[in-house]
C-alpha cells in the first residue's frame, strides 16, 4: 500500500472520515446546540457510545430536537451499554441466576439483526462475546490486564453462553444465569440510523405544518459521523444516488446557491445554503498509520461503516501464543481475529434495510471472521479489506480510489 500523506481534515476512529460537505474535524466541533454564522448547522455529542458524534445537516437542528436526540442517546446506553454501571445489560452480568430483562421498544431490530448475524457467521459474530472482551481486558473500567486462566474461559468452545442460549420474548432477553452482552458490532450504527430517523421525522413534520408544501426551502441533507460510521445523505451535481440513473426529485436544486423561487435566502434562516450540493469526499484510514490515508471515495446517499483494530488494542502478558489483544474477537474461540486489518462496508439507503448503517456497521465487523462470499448470501452490500499481509481486496463495484504501492 502506497498511503496518501497529510490529507486536509480528520480520518475518523475505524477508518473513514468525511473531509469535505462542510463536515468539521473531530475535536473542533461546536458546543451542542450551537450552529455557526455561516455554513451548515453543526451539533455534536461529544461522549455519545464512547467515541462522540457530530451530526451536519442543512436544515437547523432546534434546541428541541438536540434534547430529543440526547435523550434517546442516553436512553441507547442505559440499555446496553456494558460500560455503564445502571445500564440492563450490566444488570444481566450481575445476575447470578439470570431472570427476565426487559429492555426499550427500539432494541427490537436491533436484537433481530443480531439474530441474522449469528446465523450467517455460525455464531461467530455473537453478543455474548462480551464476556470474552472482559477476560481480555476491555472491561467496564478498561483495565486492559488480561484475568489470570482467561484462556480455560474464552469461547463458545469453552462453554461461554451463546446468543442462542438466551432466549427473546419480544424485547425481553431471558437468561439461567449471568450472561454479559456487548453489542458494539453493530449498536454504533444502529444509533446514527436511529439519530437519521430523527431528523428526517423531524423535516417531515415541518414540512406537514405548511400542508406538505416546502414553500421555497430545501430538502433535508446531513451527514452523521459516528468515528469509523458514515451515514450520508448529501446530492451530487446530477441528483443521482449512488448506483442509480435515476434523477431525485430535489436535483433542480442542486449546485445552485440561491432560492429556485426567487426568494432572498435570508428569508429562510433555517436553511444553510451550500452544505451538501457536491458529494461528501471520505478518506480510508490506513490501519498501520492513523494519520494517513489508503484511499477516498465520495458518497451521496448512503452509509459507509468502517473496522480495524488500530485504535483499540493493548499489550498481553503471561500468554505464549498472544502479545497483543484487540476489540475485533472471533466468539467461537474469543480471541482476536487478526487475517484482516482493515474492513470498509459501503450500503446504500435501499428501503429492504431501513437500518443501513447498522447492517454496515454489523457486516463491516463481520468480514474479520467470515468471507464476504458467505455474508453475500443473506445480504448484498460493496466491502474493501486489507488482509494481514497488507493485500487489498474489494468488490468490484465498490466505489473510490485506493493508493497501491
Known amino acids: ?32 446546540g450551537r450552529k455557526p454564522s455561516e455554513g451548515p448547522a453543526v451539533v455534536s455529542f461529544p461522549n455519545a457510545l464512547g467515541g462522540g458524534i457530530i451530526i451536519t445537516s442543512s436544515q437547523q437542528i432546534t434546541s428541541s430536537l438536540h434534547d430529543r436526540m440526547a435523550s434517546r442517546i442516553d436512553e441507547f446506553e442505559r440499555a446496553l451499554s456494558r ?47 462480551g464476556e470474552d472482551l472482559t477476560r481480555l481486558g476491555y472491561d467496564a473500567n478498561l483495565t486492559f490486564r488480561m484475568e489470570s486462566g482467561a484462556f480455560a474461559h474464552l469461547g463458545r468452545e469453552h462453554g461461554r453462553a451463546t446468543w442462542d442460549s438466551v432466549r427473546r420474548d419480544g424485547t425481553t432477553l431471558v437468561t439461567t444465569g449471568p450472561v ?24 417531515r413534520e415541518r414540512l406537514e405544518e405548511h400542508g406538505d408544501d416546502r414553500n421555497g426551502t430545501e430538502p433535508l441533507r446531513y451527514v452523521i459521523d459516528a468515528g469509523g460510521d458514515l451515514r450520508v445523505r448529501v446530492y451530487d451535481s446530477r441528483g443521482t444516488k449512488p448506483g442509480t ?37 471520505i478518506a480510508l484510514e490506513d490501519p498501520d498509520n492513523t494519520t494517513r490515508a489508503v484511499g477516498v471515495l465520495e458518497l451521496t446517499h448512503a452509509s459507509l461503516c468502517a473496522s480495524a483494530p488500530s ?27 487478526n487475517d484482516v486489518r482493515a474492513s470498509w462496508v459501503l450500503f446504500d439507503g435501499a ?34 479489506i486489507i488482509t494481514e499481509e497488507r493485500i487489498l481486496a474489494k468488490s468490484r463495484s465498490f466505489p473510490g480510489q485506493f493508493f497501491v504501492a
Open 351 to 384: 428501503d429492504s434495510e431501513p437500518y443501513p448503517t447498522m447492517v454496515a456497521d454489523g457486516l463491516a465487523t463481520a468480514l474479520f471472521v467470515t468471507s464476504a462470499a458467505r455474508l453475500a448470501e443473506s445480504c448484498d452490500f460493496q466491502c474493501a
Open 245 to 281: 440513473t435515476e434523477r431525485t426529485p430535489e436535483s433542480g436544486l442542486v449546485g445552485r446557491q440561491e432560492n429556485p423561487n426567487g426568494r432572498d435566502a435570508n428569508e429562510r434562516p433555517e436553511v444553510c445554503p451550500g452544505f451538501g450540493y457536491r458529494p461528501a469526499r
Open 83 to 129: 460500560f455503564r454501571e445502571d445500564s440492563t445489560v450490566s444488570a444481566m452480568a450481575r445476575s447470578p441466576h439470570g431472570g427476565r430483562f426487559e429492555f426499550p421498544d427500539f432494541t427490537r431490530p436491533l436484537f433481530a439483526f443480531y439474530d441474522r448475524m449469528f446465523a450467517a457467521t455460525e455464531g461467530a459474530i455473537d453478543p455474548c462475546v
Open 1 to 32: 500500500m502506497k498511503p496518501m500523506e497529510n490529507f486536509p481534515g480528520n480520518v475518523c476512529h475505524g477508518s473513514s472520515t468525511p473531509l469535505e460537505s462542510g463536515v468539521p474535524a473531530n475535536g473542533n466541533a461546536p458546543q451542542p
Open 311 to 337: 485504535r483499540r488494542h493493548w499489550p498481553v502478558s503471561g500468554a505464549e501464543t498472544l502479545h497483543e489483544a484487540h476489540h475485533l474477537l472471533n466468539a467461537l474461540d474469543g480471541l482476536p481475529a
Open 180 to 203: 454479559r452482552l456487548d453489542f458494539g458490532a453493530a449498536g454504533k450504527g444502529y444509533m446514527v440510523d436511529l439519530l437519521g430517523e430523527m431528523l428526517e421525522r423531524y423535516d
